[in-house]
Every structure is written in structure tokens, then in C-alpha cells.
């Protein structure tokens, strides 16, 4: 891919996703005003995790990145019919895994919340189990839109998939303004259901005109198999990295009310960067990366990901110092009213300040994995994983100790980093770059 054509990619999948993050901190404006950082926040960010964590083991995270290389493969050589029947099979197979751990997860849902959040007691344990409950089905809606995200993403439909997540916050924060006085939390993780749902059926229009809008089929064949087999050690990667995740918010339950959601707000205007631009550029990498490579253009795959890395680099060290200086009056600005008092304000912005140091690691490392799940070498991803969950743990569990819960972004931060300085040293050996 040129280096204008990665650019103009990118940037309809920002201006898409820029929408959706802009209205992802209006979101949080409404959990600020309506909810603070008390008990019902902590429930719900809890809750919402659960199958989010999932989603990323199983969607965007895993799916996209082994379904995409195999499709240009069959786009590149073989006729639309069975290439419509590969998406078929997938589509089916998606909706039995993620229907069958859904069911299964309502059933045990008190047990995965000790899981998580150990130190959650009484109303606030009873109340995340009934939360976890209504937002488990978010888990299948999230997961097929993943895969129609993969072949919008081949045909270079960016905005379109970029701005398919707005539905998701349009309506939480809908139901929020309107249901939350008289429904309380119960209205935001509804919303959140409904709005997984409408970012998958938005997403249609542009896939029929494609020819993909297609019944799911059920069949266990080679083909299905081989995604499984790429999506394992990438799911085992993303478990992995989610550890991390699992383990400060079971740190952060046994600390005072309202850390874990100080945490949340915070990673909510960290995430807006990456979001916008490192998600962008692997999102837009990848599919052009498996064209060069299913057209054994090799020079033409190098030359992407080299564009990508650069973009990324420049991106995310700008973000970095824009967050760090304006951590304070934007947490203010955006969060401070309603519930939501100055201690809450200087709390998350710590929080904010500790986050951003990890920016250009989490962008990075998105940016160099995709490079990996191109080559189909997945296993890469999954062995870096583990190790940085390792540096995660050791330095949540110090920092802690040392600086409060402030250690918990820091860990991330540092950990994040490692992630991409691994991944970027043995993707140069990979490909042979000096």
C-alpha cells in the first residue's frame, strides 16, 4: 500500500472512530452526572468487563486479524462463490462459540464476578451479577460484527466500520438521559446491549452491496478449522494481555469506592488516541498487508508496515504530552459536575497522567502485531503477551504498595511498553531489517 492510500485509509477510519470516541466521552459525561464514582459505576464497569474482555479474546482482537489474511487469500484465488461460503461457515461458527459462552456465563455469572472483582460484598456484588446477566448477549453482537468489520476493512469501507460503533454509545447515552433517573444503572447496561446490536445492523447496508450479507452455515470444515487454529494463540495472546486487566481490577476492588471507576474515566480519555489513530492504523495495515502478501509482494508488505510504524510513532508521542499536560482541565471539564466532586476530578486525572505515559507501547504494538498476523505467524503476539503480563503483575503489586492505586495505570504503562519494544525487535528480525 502506498504510503497516501495507508494515510487516506486511516484517516476515514479515524474520522469514523473520531465520531464514535467523541460520543464515547459524552457517554462518560452522562455516567458522571448521573451515577459519580460510587458503588453503581464500580458495578457496572465490572459487569461491562466481563464480556468485554471476551469480546476482545473473540472479536476485533482474534477474529479480525485471523479471519482477514485467510480471506484475501480466498479473494485472490478462488471464485466469489466459495469465498461468500468461507464467510458462511465462519459467520456460523461465531455464533455457536460465542451463543454457547454466553448461555454458560449467565448461568455462572456470581462466579465470574468473584473472579474479577473478589472484593465486591453484599449489594454491590448482588447488583454486578444482575448486570453481568443483561449484558452477557453483547458478547454475540460485538463478535459478528467483528467479521463483517474484517470484510467491510478488505474492500476499503473504513469510515463505514469506523462510525458503526457510534450506535453503541447513541444508545447508551439515549436510554441513560432518558431511563437512568427512574431505572437507575439497569438503563445504561440496556443501552449498551441495544447498542451492540444496532453497530452490527448498521454495518449491512455497505456488506450486501459487497455480496457478503449471508446466512450462517454449520459445518466443521478445514477451513474452519485453519481460522480456529490462527485465532488460538491470539485468543491465548489476548487472554494473556487481559490478565492484566482481571488483576488491577481485582486489585482496585479491595481499595476505597470509586477507584475502579476513577481507573475507567480515566482509560476512557487515554483510549481516545488509540482508538482513534493506533487502532486505525492496524485496522487499515492489516488488510493491505494481507493483499501484498497473498500477492507475494513481500517489498510492497515491508514498506506498509514501515509506514504504519512511522505514523504511529509520530502520533502517539504527540498524544502523549497533549494528555499529560491537559490531564487535570479535561477530566474537569469533561466529568466534574453532577456527582461528581473536585476529588473525583484529581483522582482520575492522576490516573489519566499515569495512563498516557503507555500510549505510544499500546498503539505501537497494535501497529506491529498486525504485521505478525499477516505473515499468519500468530504465536509471535501470544509469547509477548506473557511476558509482559509478567512485567504487569510485578510492578502492579509494588507500585501499589508504594503510590496507592496510581500504581495500577503506572503498571500498565510499563508493561504496554515492553509489549511493543518486544514485538518491535523481532518483527525486524522477521522480515531481516537493519
Known sequence: MKKHSLLRGAINFSVGTGISRILGLLREIVFAHFFGAGIAMDAFRVAFRIPNLLRDVLAEGTLTPAFVPMFADYHANKDKKATTEFVSLILGTMLLITGAITLISIIFAPWLVKLVAYGFQGEKFL??????????????????????????????????????????????????VALAPQFGITSIAI?????????????????????????????????????????????????????????????????????????????????????????????????????????????????????????????????????????????????????????????TALALQAYAIGIPGLILARILATGFYALKETKTPMIASFVTVGVNVIFALILVKIIGFTGIPWASSISNSVNALWLGVLLLKRLNVK
Not at 470444515?221 to 488491577?248: C, F, Q, R
Not at 489513530?277 to 501484498?292: D, I, R, Y
Not at 513481500?298 to 499536560?325: D, H, N, P, Q
Request: proline share 4%; charged share 15%.
Open 191 to 347: 443501552g449498551a446491549l441495544i447498542g451492540g446490536a444496532l453497530q452490527l445492523v448498521s454495518q449491512f447496508p455497505q456488506l450486501r452491496k459487497e455480496g457478503y450479507l449471508v446466512r450462517p452455515k454449520f459445518k466443521f470444515t478445514p477451513e474452519v478449522k485453519k481460522v480456529l487454529l490462527l485465532m488460538m494463540p491470539i485468543a491465548i495472546g489476548y487472554s494473556a494481555m487481559k490478565i492484566n486487566t482481571i488483576i488491577n481490577t481485582l486489585i482496585a476492588s479491595f481499595l476505597q469506592d470509586g477507584v475502579i471507576a476513577w481507573l475507567e474515566y480515566a482509560f476512557r480519555i487515554m483510549w481516545v488516541p488509540v482508538g482513534v489513530l493506533g487502532v486505525a492504523l492496524a485496522n487499515v495495515a492489516l488488510p493491505s498487508a494481507a493483499k501484498n502478501l497473498s500477492g507475494e509482494h513481500r517489498k510492497e508488505f515491508t514498506k506498509t508496515m514501515r509506514t504504519a510504524f512511522k505514523y504511529g510513532v509520530l502520533c502517539s508521542i504527540a498524544s502523549t504530552v497533549l494528555i499529560w499536560v491537559l490531564a487535570h482541565p479535561v477530566c474537569k471539564l469533561l466529568y466534574q459536575h453532577g456527582k461528581f466532586t473536585p476529588t473525583d476530578t484529581i483522582n
Open 127 to 176: 447488583l454486578t451479577v444482575k448486570l453481568t446477566r443483561i449484558l452477557f448477549p453483547f458478547l454475540i453482537f460485538i463478535t459478528v460484527s467483528a467479521l463483517v468489520m474484517g470484510v467491510l476493512n478488505f474492500f476499503n469501507h473504513f469510515f463505514t466500520t469506523g462510525i458503526a460503533s457510534c450506535w453503541f454509545d447513541v444508545a447508551i447515552i439515549g436510554l441513560g
